[in-house]
């Protein structure tokens, strides 16, 4: 088990497998030139295969969207373990976009990101900070609260 893999499981958390595209679309690119993989958006996909859905400012609270994003990222790193083979080989997260479902109203969006963007640092940790932008969306796939897209910085 890698390095990064034994502290997810030391923090009480199950990596999930890959999750799978629902269109014509892959999980993620590999760009080898420039050491980056997009991984294309993910949500709150619970291990039994259920969805996070509702929206931010009705019937999701800041805390449920929160723990929303926290399994979003999990899903983003299952994925990012079937791209790469090992964890270990993420020299850095770079970028997260964080798209929040939510009324027009609502302005915590930051503070839903902030579930993935703690789980990243926890597990990662320096290497797990990273730029971001969290945004308000009318709606999202499927009614989904949460959907998150990244950049990850891999080494050979």
């Given amino acids: 088990m890698s ?3 034994d502290r997810i499981v030391k923090c009480g958390y199950d990596l999930p497998a890959k999750s799978q595209p629902t269109g014509n679309y892959v999980t993620g690119v590999h ?14 996909l619970r ?42 080989r993420v020299n850095r997260i770079v970028k997260l ?19 993935a963007s703690d789980l990243l640092v926890e597990i990662f940790g320096e290497k797990g900070r990273h730029a971001r932008s969290a945004v308000g969306m009318a709606s999202l796939p499927n009614n989904v609260c949460v959907e998150i897209e990244s950049i990850v910085e891999i080494s050979d």
């Fill in 3 to 5: 390095i990064i893999e």
């Fill in 31 to 44: 760009v080898a030139s420039a050491g980056l993989l997009y991984l294309a958006g993910h949500v709150a």
């Fill in 47 to 88: 291990p039994d295969g259920s969805r996070v859905v509702g929206k931010l400012g009705d019937d999701v609270s800041i805390e449920q969207g929160y723990e929303a994003a926290k399994i979003t990222a999990l899903n983003m790193l299952g994925s990012l373990k079937d791209l790469v083979g090992e964890l270990d």
């Fill in 97 to 115: 976009l964080c798209m929040v479902n939510c009324t027009p109203d609502f302005g915590r969006q930051p503070a839903v990101a902030n579930g």
